[in-house]
């Protein structure tokens, strides 16, 4: 009976658990930390990021947690705006993703190119010199951003999670980047954390709003 209970717990645990596919504290990102990034098509899934360089997340500069530290330039009062991160994660079934990210201070996240998450930043077109919206400091520099990736934007087998990160500014003296993901193969459990990613994602654009109007 008890082997049973057992049994039955360890089941019922694989079921609800999701699957992490992209860990924190993860080896195998490649970034471009170089002024220019001449490629349209580097968030592309067939993009070759050979050339970029290696890293272990969180990925950035400033902060002591940091695992992989990376460029800002030759110039300490004029940090370099904009940097480029991928990954790779396989698939062996196409389902829902959902994500948690940390991010000093503003990025958009795309799935095999399309933009699935944006926090941060303005709406439009983004160019290398584009700003993040406010100024991260204390907590909210950690803070874990929820967000889902819906399936329609991933294929089995190979995809790439690319992320684009902006500064507040070129004098900012710190930048971060980290990203989990899990395997969401329950429905309602997918619905769940993107009804949550949602209400979240509207607070913090409101919150984002009256920062930015109070300091107009
Ligand atoms: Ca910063």
Known sequence: ?????????????????AEEVLKWNQGGWKYWDAAKLEAPDWKAANFDDQAWKDGTSPLGYGDDDIKTKISFGDNDAAKILTYHFRHAIELDDVVHLAGEMIVDDGAV???NGKEVYR???PQ?????????RIAKSGDL???KHKFVIEKDKLTK???IIAIEVHQIGGT????????QLEAVVDDAEFKKRKDA??????MIENAINTAEAASQ
Not at 127 to 132: G, L, Q, V
Not at 172 to 179: K, M
């Open 1 to 17: 009976m008890r082997t049973y209970l057992l049994l039955a717990l360890v089941l019922l645990t694989r079921n609800a658990g």
């Open 109 to 111: 996240v795309f799935a």
């Open 119 to 121: 926090i941060n930043l």
């Open 124 to 132: 439009g077109e983004l160019k290398p010199t584009t700003t993040a």
């Open 141 to 143: 520099e950690r803070y």
């Open 157 to 159: 087998g190979k995809n």
């Open 172 to 179: 900012s003296s710190d930048l971060a980047v980290d990203l």
């Open 197 to 202: 990613a949602g209400q979240e994602a509207e």
